[in-house]
Structures are given as C-alpha cells and as structure tokens.
C-alpha cells in the first residue's frame, strides 16, 4: 500500500513563500504523473500543478507565475514551491497521481494559511 506524505504548510503573510513536500513510501514517482491539489473550506479539491516523468510542467490559471513544482525522483519527493501568497491560496494541499484511474491513498495534507 501506497503511503503519501506532506508536508511543509504552514501559516504566512500576504506575499510570503512555503516550499511543500510530498513524499511516498515506495518508488512510484519516477513512473507517473504527480500532481499537487488543494482544497479550501467548503470547496472541492482542485488539482493546481502537475508534473509529467518526463519533467514537463502544467499549472493552473492561478497559480501559473506563483508556484512550481518539481520532483527529485532518488529521493521519491515532489516539491511545490509557493511564492507571492494569496489568501486564497489557503488551503490543505495534497499530492497524488492525477492519470491514475484510481487514485493512490490520500495524504494528510499539509495546511497553508495565508493572512492579508
């Protein structure tokens, strides 16, 4: 069984940066598509970047510019680097396989908290 783990949240200012971390418990990365989601209060989880094994990058609309992700396969963690903070850009983030058809088990999440 498959075991995600993130972390890294924590609570910023407007502007502020946080650098997440997933990491699993075998070596899946390095053979699918990982991607990092978010879900606010009272919101469906929403997938916010992605990165192919291939390293190709895809985010959404608002978080292009912001964040990126990237991925060190020797040490089965992806990263999302959170920079120029929003509040709303608070959220629980989690990491998962967005092409598989059945999802690996979700994490925890790791909470960010931005304050205006």
């Known amino acids: 069984q498959v075991q995600l783990v993130e972390s890294g949240g924590g609570l910023v200012q407007f502007g502020g940066s946080l650098r997440l971390s997933c990491s699993a418990s075998?070596?899946?990365?390095?053979?699918?598509?990982v991607g990092w989601y978010r879900q606010a209060p009272g919101k469906q989880r929403e997938l916010v970047a992605s990165?192919?094994?291939?390293?190709?990058?895809v985010y959404a609309e608002s978080v292009e510019g912001r964040f990126t992700i990237s991925r060190d396969d020797a040490k089965n963690t992806v990263y999302l680097q959170l920079n120029g903070l929003k509040p709303e850009d608070t959220a629980v983030y989690f990491c998962?396989?967005?092409?598989?058809?059945?999802?690996?088990?979700w994490g925890q999440g790791t909470q960010v908290t931005v304050s205006s």
């Open positions: 998962n396989a967005p092409e598989r058809v059945e999802p690996w088990p």
């Open positions: 075998r070596d899946i990365f390095s053979i699918y598509t």
């Open positions: 990165i192919s094994t291939r390293g190709h990058t």
